[in-house]
């Protein structure tokens, strides 16, 4: 996989083919994972070097309270259907990285009731993750661990993924992540690693672990909250720090995942294809998810259900999907084109080199070469893009 690039559609498998999360059947199996083949043309056709999958291993909910490393979770299929999967994606071109739930287990995982490595209060109680009674933390200091997390990456890559995102990578020592991915490299030098970091210094983190790249939840918040907030100061700050980081390791960039509301549901139409210019053109690694470039609306809400808006089914084709967002879809194919046409922006140097509450604008320049970004964002009186490449324009859009 070359990281030059990548760009990934992440997917959240369990909701995206429209497997229950909760209220299963003990015993629901079946191939849903195979919905996802029909979108592959889809993603190609939009430019995407790859997809970043959510949890497929066998769970007993939401997929981050993982029961066993090594069995595809039921409800999407078995190892045969992610086989086919995996095919299909290469076929196509496309890489796959899983997501890797090594933080925890889920609470009825053996290792709980068998001993296993688990941390444990005084009274012999399974640590619980961030209070949460379904989830218990696995024990980094044991042996044991670095063994499982080991065999189960070595498993997967044997069977032809690029590599690895890691859950709540933030929680976990980066002296166990350095030893594991130095160690899974001795046989597969080239699968890459995608830590999850929530805040501090990202490229600190990311190096110490060992790590390919972190996610840049701090760019993530300026996207949105200048746009919201008409403050294209706080994003201009972020992008001097994001260029900080940007020198020491590359950071993953997104306006959406899993885990957060919709970029649309947060700035509407018009501040999503203002955030989407921004993410696709700023140095790092871009993921995209899954119905943000069809502009799906999506909040968090609270309780069990607190995620279901952000995780929904997909239509069997993407020919079923409603007209509405098509428009989007069109800005989102011609901004991966000018990411990929100039792929040294994964490493370009960014300057902002004009700021005011409803404008803002940056040059991205070829670190290692010749070539210039420039783009400007306004909000008023109407909003618009404008980016120019070596002073040429290649993408301009106003609402």
């Avoid at 160690?183 to 805040?199: Q, S």
């Avoid at 008409?230 to 972020?238: I, P, Q, S």
């Avoid at 549901?265 to 501040?271: K, P, T, Y």
């Avoid at 000018?338 to 409803?358: F, I, M």
Wanted: proline share 5%; hydrophobic share 40%; aromatic share 10%.
């Amino acid at each position: 996989m070359n990281l030059d690039f990548a760009i990934w559609w992440q997917v959240y498998p369990l909701g995206a083919c429209g497997a229950p999360v909760r209220d299963r059947s003990v015993n629901d199996a079946a191939p849903r994972l195979e919905r996802l083949n029909g979108w592959l043309d889809y993603v190609q056709e939009l430019g995407f070097s790859g997809l970043l999958l959510g949890p497929i291993f066998q769970s007993t909910a939401h997929g981050y309270d993982t029961l066993d490393h090594f069995r595809i979770d039921e409800r999407l299929g078995d190892e045969a259907t992610f086989k086919s999967f995996l095919e299909a994606c290469h076929a196509r071109g496309l890489d796959v990285i899983l997501d890797g739930v090594f933080n925890h287990v889920g609470i009825e995982h053996p290792f709980v009731a068998q001993g296993g490595p688990v941390r444990r209060d005084a009274e012999g109680r399974p640590a619980q993750w961030e209070g949460d009674g379904t989830l218990a933390e696995l024990d980094h200091d044991d042996p044991r661990t670095r063994k499982l997390v080991i065999e189960v990456m070595r498993y997967w890559l044997d069977r032809g993924i690029s590599g690895w995102r890691l859950d709540v990578a933030y929680a976990v020592p980066p002296a166990f992540w350095a030893d594991v991915i130095d160690e899974v490299h001795r046989t597969h030098p080239d699968a890459k690693f995608l830590g999850e970091m929530i805040h501090g210094d990202y490229a600190g983190f990311g190096l110490e672990s060992h790590l390919d790249t972190v996610t840049q939840y701090e760019l993530w918040k300026a996207i949105w909250s200048s746009i919201h907030d008409a403050n294209f100061f706080e994003l201009a700050h972020a992008l001097g720090r994001h260029q900080e980081f940007s020198q020491r390791l590359r950071m993953q960039t997104f306006v959406g995942n899993h885990d957060v509301e919709r970029i649309a549901e947060r700035v509407g139409d018009a501040g999503s294809v203002l955030a989407a210019a921004v993410l696709l053109t700023v140095p790092g690694l871009p993921s995209v998810y899954y119905g943000d470039e069809q502009a799906f609306r999506g909040g968090k809400g609270e309780g069990w259900a607190a995620d279901d808006a952000l995780r929904p089914a997909l239509p069997e084709s993407p020919e079923e999907l409603a007209a509405a967002g098509w428009w989007m879809h069109e800005v989102y194919r011609s901004l991966i084109a000018l990411r990929r046409r100039h792929a040294w922006l994964c490493d370009g140097e960014l300057k902002v080199t004009h700021t005011e509450n409803e404008a803002l604008s940056y040059r991205v320049h070829n670190r290692f070469g010749t070539g210039s970004l420039d783009l400007q964002l306004a909000l008023a009186p109407r909003p618009s893009v404008r980016i120019a490449v070596d002073g040429s324009e290649e993408f301009a859009w106003r609402g």
